[in-house]
């Protein structure tokens, strides 16, 4: 497991990208159990939009369980749908995706689906 967090490690350090005001930077993450995701202005080093997926797992407690239990991709798409919402509220459309070192397929794809539904540039 060492092995496994160390490569990623590197490769984030070798593929880090830094946001302008003109185009912040999508900082994501996943942990085993959750998911978060910011827009990051870098020249001044303030967050101007945050996500994670405690906050649709809130909503769906808020209204009566439906019954279908979704999975981690479809979860994933929603959260990068609710960012781009976020962010157009701001005025914010271009961006530059940061994945923390993780590979671009599976999960993190998902996220970036979702995100370009919504209505983000990257």
């Known amino acids: 497991m060492i092995k496994k967090v160390a490569r990623r490690l590197k490769r984030k350090m070798r593929t880090r990208v830094f946001g302008c005001p003109e185009r912040p930077r999508l900082s994501f993450y996943k ?12 020249q001044k080093s ?3 939009v945050s996500v994670g997926d405690t906050e649709l797992t809130k ?12 999975t981690r991709g479809d979860l994933y798409f929603e959260v990068g749908e609710l960012i ?13 995706l940061d994945r923390s070192g993780f590979r ?5 794809k ?3 689906e979702g995100a370009r539904k919504g209505g983000l540039i990257f």
């Open 31 to 42: 942990s085993n159990k959750h998911m978060f995701a910011q827009i990051i202005d870098d």
């Open 46 to 48: 303030v967050t101007l």
């Open 104 to 108: 671009f397929h599976g999960l993190v």
């Open 59 to 70: 909503k769906a407690s808020s209204k009566k369980a439906q019954g279908t239990e979704k």
């Open 110 to 112: 998902k996220f970036a």
């Open 84 to 96: 781009a919402a976020k962010s157009l509220k701001k005025n914010i459309t271009k961006v530059v």
